[in-house]
């Protein structure tokens, strides 16, 4: 055993940070044990320095987040700050000064992991980041190493606990969409700021980070398709119920059957409740992973929350210290098998769709035509109509994404249709 510290700086101590902090003093004996030396926190960088946090030695707090990692005798950066800058910075310069990293950051890792990896490479440093994906659920392990020897061809989750919790209430409940999101924040789940939940940024950049890992290829954020769950309606859920589904903010990726690219996409689709993601409640994740010789794989847990995510930049913690006793490092970047995203058009689905329609001879034909026209197979209508008007619900076979959108667009184009009330992609069945 040895005896001298690893000595670890804290980027942030927030949400999670305060949390790291409180695990790594109170668990400080079992760290030990299992890391083979002591670790030791030398210094905790903060915004507010006059913040009174709880256990947190005033001595280490520091504003100057650069002289911190800068200091050459850190062992192990944990960067809890997020956003991109000024944590890329801050991690580039870790690695220049002998630290490795182990981050919280799924914005920063799916805009610029793959710089930061090669940066960690080329300094012979680890970058850990258990706790970007799904929070406290072991995942990114797993399918870097766990998973390493087979081959891994859909990767499909909820991976936002905030719109979870939204969308659950407004099954459970029938609460609107306004009301589920006031009591996620009044709980503390949702940010001042829920846009990159709600809109689905959140999602995306985790399922950058999931494609990536699990298809050994570069995802960016930008590759993959986003649509957020802002415009799902009580009538969305009643239309789900009727078919004997839900609706959930899914992050979805999947490799080509021909094996020659992936997507990755997210966005909110109707689940069928026997479906074992339909019963994910609250702020729960799951993430499904179908690999070739394992099969169906669920993971299941707490994806945010301070104590939860702690428990993930711990487990990297312990992992990245390891390996620096062992003069290692863990598992890199692996992107050898470059396969192309392809665009959202690509994607093979189903689609709910609900019309306004004229209830006149004839309208029903002309829906239909425009399907067939589209090359897209209906599997069954349901219309209920009064007064002239009446509402068409549509759900179609499995049909390219863009001959599903040509077919709304041109439905859109009928004098006999008053609005298109609902779009919604069908999944898991
Ligand atoms: P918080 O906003 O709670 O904490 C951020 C911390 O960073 C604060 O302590 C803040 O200081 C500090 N900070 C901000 N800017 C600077 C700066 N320029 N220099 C030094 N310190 C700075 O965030 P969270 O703890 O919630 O999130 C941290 C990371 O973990 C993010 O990347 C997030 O995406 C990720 N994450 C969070 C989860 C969650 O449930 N909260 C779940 C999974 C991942 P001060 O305290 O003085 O304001
Ligand atoms: N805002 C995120 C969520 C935090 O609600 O899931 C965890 O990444």
């Not at 942030?12 to 790291?20: D, L, P, Q, T």
């Not at 800058?85 to 992991?113: C, W, Y």
């Not at 949702?190 to 809109?199: G, K, L, S």
């Not at 409740?273 to 993430?287: F, G, I, K, Q």
């Amino acid at each position: 055993m040895r005896t001298r510290p690893l000595k670890v700086a804290l980027l942030g101590c927030g949400v999670v940070g305060s949390e790291v902090a409180r695990i790594m003093t109170t668990h400080a004996d079992d760290l030990t044990a299992r890391i083979g030396a002591p670790v030791e926190l030398a210094g905790v960088a903060v915004r507010r320095p006059s913040k009174v946090r709880a256990g947190i030695d005033p001595a280490l707090v520091t504003t100057d987040a650069t002289a911190l990692v800068k200091r050459g005798d850190i062992d192990v950066v944990v960067e809890v700050i997020g956003g991109i800058e000024p944590a890329r910075t801050l991690i580039t310069t870790a690695f220049e000064h002998g630290a490795s990293v182990v981050s919280a950051n799924k914005a920063l890792i799916a805009q610029d992991g793959a710089a930061l990896h090669a940066t960690a490479e080329q300094h012979g440093r680890d970058l850990y980041y258990e706790a970007a994906v799904a929070g406290a659920i072991p995942l990114i392990r797993p399918l870097r190493e766990s998973l390493a020897g087979d081959k891994v061809n859909r990767v499909l989750g909820i991976v936002n606990g905030t719109t979870n919790f939204i969308l659950d209430k407004m099954d459970s409940t029938g609460a609107g969409y306004q009301e589920a999101l006031d009591e996620a924040t009044a709980l503390g789940y949702a940010e001042a700021d829920p846009t990159a939940d709600v809109e689905g940024f959140d999602a995306a950049a985790k399922a950058a980070i999931l494609a990536g890992i699990a298809f050994h290829t570069r995802v960016r954020l930008d590759d993959v398709y986003r649509e957020g769950m802002a415009d799902v309606t009580a009538a969305d859920f009643a239309s789900a119920k009727r078919m004997g589904c839900t609706i959930k903010l899914l992050a979805i990726c999947e490799r080509a059957a021909d094996g020659g690219s992936v997507t990755a996409r997210v966005h909110p689709a109707m689940i069928p409740l026997s479906h074992p993601l339909a019963s994910v409640r609250e702020a729960y994740n799951a993430v499904f992973v179908e690999a070739e010789a394992a099969g169906q794989l669920m993971f299941y847990g707490p994806g945010a929350g301070g104590a939860p995510t702690a428990s993930a930049v711990l487990g990297d913690l312990v992992a990245v210290c390891r390996n620096k006793l062992g003069e290692a490092t863990g598992p890199g970047d692996s992107a050898y098998t470059q396969l192309p995203v392809s665009p959202m058009g690509e994607v093979v689905t189903r689609y709910h769709i609900s019309l306004d329609v004229a209830d006149k001879p004839g309208v029903l034909a002309q829906v239909a035509t425009v399907f067939a026209e589209h090359g897209v197979s209906i599997d069954t209508v349901r219309q209920t109509g009064k007064d002239g008007e009446a509402s068409l619900v549509v759900v179609t076979h499995r049909a390219p994404d863009a001959a599903l959108s040509g077919t709304v667009e041109a439905l859109r184009r009928l004098d006999t249709v008053r609005g298109v009330a609902s779009i919604m992609r069908v999944e898991g069945e």
